[in-house]
């Protein structure tokens, strides 16, 4: 049986939680944009364990990873939207969850080294 992303019946929901700082310097938008951009056929990069490989570009670490996801790329694709408009609109940190059946696959970017992309506690973790 393939992954549950291949399901065609499964329905998409993409989630975009942007985090805003303003305690934060300032974001450095063409950097964090030309990090986002060579990123596309990045790696999952937080397994779920203790010893996760967060990229760090641009002054943010960048995380992707999934549940039951089958392509990192997917991911991105899926996300695409919702970071490009948290990088143009200077956010602090960005976390965007997609959903299709019972798949889900995490991407984005902030200043706190953690894999942990629950938008209330980053809001509260990114000092």
């Given at each position: 049986?393939?992954?549950?992303?291949?399901f065609a019946s499964a329905s998409l929901s993409v989630k975009c939680d942007k985090i805003d700082k303003s305690d934060r310097p300032p974001l450095d938008?063409?950097?964090?944009?030309?990090?986002?951009?060579?990123?596309?056929?990045?790696?999952?990069?937080?397994?779920?364990?203790?010893?996760?490989?967060?990229?760090?570009?641009?002054?943010?670490?960048?995380?992707?990873?999934?549940?039951?996801?089958?392509?990192?790329?997917?991911?991105?694709?899926?996300?695409?939207?919702?970071?490009?408009?948290?990088?143009?609109?200077?956010?602090?940190?960005?976390?965007?969850?997609?959903?299709?059946?019972?798949?889900?696959?995490?991407?984005?970017?902030?200043?706190?080294?953690?894999?942990?992309?629950?938008?209330?506690?980053?809001?509260?973790?990114?000092?």
């Amino acid at each position: 049986m393939n992954e549950l992303e291949d399901f065609a019946s499964a329905s998409l929901s993409v989630k975009c939680d942007k985090i805003d700082k303003s305690d934060r310097p300032p974001l450095d938008v063409g950097a964090v944009q030309k990090c986002h951009d060579e990123w596309k056929n990045g790696r999952w990069t937080c397994p779920y364990d203790d010893h996760p490989v967060l990229y760090w570009c641009g002054g943010k670490y960048w995380m992707r990873t999934g549940y039951l996801w089958k392509s990192s790329n997917s991911c991105y694709d899926y996300c695409r939207d919702c970071i490009n408009s948290a990088i143009r609109e200077r956010k602090a940190g960005v976390s965007c969850t997609a959903r299709k059946g019972l798949a889900e696959c995490y991407s984005g970017y902030w200043d706190y080294d953690t894999c942990d992309l629950d938008p209330q506690r980053l809001a509260v973790s990114i000092i």
